[in-house]
């Protein structure tokens, strides 16, 4: 039976795996981005080195990962180390564009020397925010709510009262999740490819 634990630092490769294997709106990302590591760069990697206190994984029988669950406490911290200490080991491999993107993969890039994107006025009362992923043949089986409690009541265990975080808005399965888990809709204007969700961490 999959058990959740915290994040040791020999997940690494396979929180990079999931992340590869579910970064294309839930399923594989491998055809839309063949460089394996550029997803992980941004959505899953930076978080298990700069808060692994706010990583946790399901782990199957043989203790490998098989889903994650990864969060920052606070957002706009956040968004300042990823410039200032995550970002300069990746300028030699991904350097900044100079082009408006123009594929799939200089979009992400583009994104990945944006951390500011993900400071936003409207949910600032929602400083915590997260990522969530599960392999396929582990989904829809309680997993990603219990690896949403646990991250929930670690971030209250710390103090932090709220949290959000972004969803395709076409994704609708996602926001079906999302909303038995108490999650509400937060606006936020000139939005519409993305959704912003938040709820107290209690």
């Known amino acids: 039976m999959p058990e959740i634990r915290p994040y040791r630092p020999s997940d690494r490769d396979a929180v990079a795996d999931i992340c590869v294997r579910t970064a294309d709106n839930g399923g594989d990302s491998r055809s839309l981005y063949p460089d394996l590591d550029l997803m992980p760069s941004i959505f899953a990697l930076p978080y298990v080195v700069l808060e692994p206190e706010f990583a946790f994984v399901l782990a199957d029988d043989a203790d490998h990962p098989v889903g994650y669950i990864l969060g920052t406490a606070d957002t706009p911290t956040f968004a300042r180390r990823f410039r200032t200490e995550w970002l ?3 300028l030699e491999r991904y350097p900044a564009p100079t082009d408006p993107p123009g594929t799939p993969t200089e979009l992400m890039i583009s994104l990945m020397h944006d951390p500011e994107r993900l400071v936003i006025p409207e949910v600032a009362a929602y400083p915590a925010h997260l990522h969530i992923d599960l392999l396929p043949q582990y989904q829809r089986a309680g997993h990603g709510r219990a ?3 646990t991250l929930l009541a670690a971030l209250a265990a710390a103090g932090i009262p709220a ?8 994704n609708t399965p996602a926001r079906a999740f ?8 937060i606006p ?4 519409d490819v993305v959704t912003y969700l938040g709820r107290s961490t209690q």
Do not use: E
């Open 178 to 185: 999302y909303d038995r888990l108490g999650f509400h809709h």
């Open 147 to 149: 690896l949403m409690d």
């Open 188 to 191: 936020v204007p000139d939005v």
């Open 88 to 90: 300069p080991g990746l």
């Open 163 to 170: 949290i959000h975080l972004t969803m395709l808005t076409s």
